[in-house]
Each structure stands twice: as C-alpha cells, then as structure tokens.
C-alpha cells in the first residue's frame, strides 16, 4: 500500500461549512483539541484541519490523509458511525458518522470519541515504527533483548548512554533537543511497586544515581509541585502502569515532561520500568514526546 500523509497528530475533518458552526466546533474541540496533559505549554491533543467535502474527495492527497473524521447530516441517514482501517494506504483510519440530525452527531461524537482518539494515536506510531525499524539500531534491539527478555525499536541517533546491571540509559541529542529513554529491572515483590508513590521514589533514585544534570552534583528527578496522571494501559503482550507529569534538574534549571510505564514481566517474574523524558526548552514537545512513546508501544516479547 502507498504510505499515508500529514504531519504528526493532525486530523482532518471533512464537515460542510454550513454545519461547522460555534456549537459544533466547540465540540469538537473539546474532544479533540483539548490541551495535552502535562506539557509546560499548551498544546493540543489534535491538529484539526477542516474541509469541505467537495475539498476532501476531489483530492488524492487528502484522501490518503492518516486521519479522518467525514461527518454527514442530511435526511435519510441511519445515525451510524462506520470505520475504515488502511483502505487505500497505510496506516489510516477514516471515520464517517451519517446522521440526519445535529443530536445524533453529538450523541455518536459522545460514545466513539475514545475510539477514534485511539485509533488517530496508534496511527501516529506505527508511523514512527516504521520509520525507526527502517533504520533501526540493532545493537540496542539486542541490548533490551539480552538484558530485559524483550526488545524496544530505536532509529539509528539513538546511542547507549549508560549501562549497569539491571539499568539502560539510551539517548539521542541534537543541538537543540535531548530524548532520553531509561529502563530497569528488578525482581517482582508485591503490586505495591505499582503506587504512585513507589514509581516516584524508584525513577528519582535512578535519576539521582545515573542521570546527572549540566552542573556539578545536580540530577533528574521529578517535579513534585504539578499534578501527575496514571492510567492503566495494554502495550503489546503487557499491562502497563502509565504515569507522566514533568521533571526537574535538582541543582540546575532543566526540565520537562516525562512518560513512564511499569509493568510485570511474567516469564522472568521482573518488575520493569520504562522511563522515558524529553529537553526541549522553550520549544513545542507534543510530537517529540510522541516519538518516545512509540518506542515504549514497539515493545515486543523476545521469541524463545
């Protein structure tokens, strides 16, 4: 299949300008353009792009478009909401919602928002899978292989940083951003390690112990003062404990946003943690920390 278009997390929604009114954008923003939890700047969850149907289907390239919402009012309609999944190139998923009223777009808007938003997401990393696994640094896939029992896909400017037992520090620096991925191991005790609590205290003594700031004696460690989300994710062959919120250099004045995922290993009866945090000052970091979490979504069990 041909590849997919548009820029990272942009949607596009094919709606008529006559239905595009306050009411309707309002809702629509709400489910899709509200402001990503954690980041320092706001920052949509979506880049929304609207067009006019005769826009949308008069164009090769915006049908090949990765995400897209077609919403249909006219009479007649069945009040349905179909999907379609890498119809005409890959990945893509064009959701159409027919209805023949406004409270019935709502009410579909309502019930699928999840749905899409989930689907819109995954798209964005198999993208980015794709695109790391083209060219992929195979010492590193060994390296996860070898030490955690699963593999992690890094594209080649990703470098191993630092390496102790249990404990991988890979990175990739450019002149103006910093990507940094932790991940260690330990033997599984109790599901306590899973308390908010616990996952804090764990990723700041490993931020003490290896990730050293820009100044002498400062580390990465979490910010403490800003609210922290959690949720309860299946990665892969994994459920996963997902905690984000934003870190600081004690000692210095770095920061950011942080994703990290923890979960259990039941073939080695290990408790894992996968840490991954982003420098980018002063910059928008939405779609840089999309490419973090697509590699903790590449995880794959190792065959035995």
Same mark, same amino acid.
Do not use: W
């Given at each position: 299949m041909p590849s997919s278009g548009g820029k990272t997390l942009e949607m596009l929604l094919i709606i008529p300008d006559s239905l595009y009114t306050k009411q309707m954008r309002d809702t629509i923003g709400t489910i899709f353009e509200k402001a990503c939890e954690t980041l320092p700047q706001k920052e949509p969850y979506f880049d929304l792009v609207q067009l006019n149907p005769?826009?949308?289907?008069?164009?090769?390239?915006?049908?090949?478009?990765?995400?897209? %919402? #077609? #919403?249909?009012?006219?009479?007649?309609?069945?009040?349905?909401?179909?999907?379609?999944i890498n119809k005409g190139c890959f990945p893509q998923a064009v959701f159409e919602i027919k209805a023949d009223n406004i409270d019935s777009i709502y009410s579909i808007l309502s019930s699928y928002a999840n749905t899409i938003r989930f689907q819109f997401r995954k798209n964005e990393h198999i993208r980015i899978y794709n695109a790391f696994k083209r060219d992929e640094n195979l010492k590193l896939t060994a390296e996860t292989e070898k030490m955690f029992g699963f593999s992690l896909t890094f594209s080649s400017d990703f470098y191993l940083a630092k390496k102790k037992d249990n404990f991988l520090w890979i990175r990739k620096e450019t002149q103006k951003e910093s990507f940094n991925v932790m991940i260690y191991k330990k033997k599984f005790s109790s599901d306590d390690l899973f308390l908010e609590k616990k996952v804090i205290e764990l990723r700041d003594s490993l931020g003490k112990a290896f990730i050293p700031a820009s100044v002498e004696n400062s580390y990465m460690g979490t910010e403490h003062r800003t609210q922290m989300y959690r949720d309860t994710l299946r990665v892969g062959d994994f459920v996963m404990i997902e905690t984000k919120g934003l870190w600081r250099s004690f000692?210095?004045?770095?920061?950011?946003?942080?994703?990290?995922?923890?979960?259990?290993?039941?073939?080695?009866?290990?408790?894992?943690?996968?840490?991954?945090?982003?420098?980018?000052?002063?910059?928008?970091?939405?779609? %840089?920390?999309?490419?973090?979490?697509? #590699?903790?979504?590449? #995880?794959?069990?190792?065959?035995?």
């Open positions: 005769s826009q949308y289907y008069n164009s090769e390239m915006f049908r090949k478009h990765r995400n897209v %919402l #077609i #919403i249909d009012k006219r009479a007649g309609n069945n009040n349905t909401i179909k999907q379609a000692g210095d004045y770095m920061g950011g946003p942080f994703l990290n995922y923890c979960f259990k290993n039941d073939l080695t009866n290990e408790f894992v943690m996968i840490d991954c945090f982003l420098y980018n000052p002063n910059k928008p970091k939405r779609d %840089l920390l999309m490419q973090l979490e697509s #590699i903790v979504y590449s #995880i794959k069990k190792v065959k035995k």
